[in-house]
């Protein structure tokens, strides 16, 4: 697969929903998966990065849980009518002015 912009992936899911899913689930729904998908990264990253040892046959390459979570985040975009690239767009703009000297100034880094 070729790479892809945020708007190409929006609707590639969409396709993918419509041919393979049947349907959405409900952005109720959606949003526990969300949470779930998040909970089996926050697993593997602290098992990896952190204190915590992985069992034995656990996942210990975040990648695909980090897919996972990106894949239900662009279902519930498409649910919502969220053009994620204009709201990251947005919210970059945002950051840059709010923090454009913050973390600068942050003897902390």
Sequence with gaps: MDELTIRQAQHTVDEWIHTYGV??????TNMAVLTEEVGE???IMSRKYGDQSFKPGEPQDPADEMADV????????????VDLTDAFRKNLQKKTVRDKDRHKNNPKL
Excluded at 23 to 28: A, D, I, P, V
Excluded at 70 to 81: E, R, Y
């Design 41 to 43: 990264l926050a697993r």
């Design 70 to 81: 990106l894949w239900v985040l662009l279902c519930l975009a498409n649910q919502t009518g």
């Design 23 to 28: 349907r959405y689930f409900s952005e109720l």
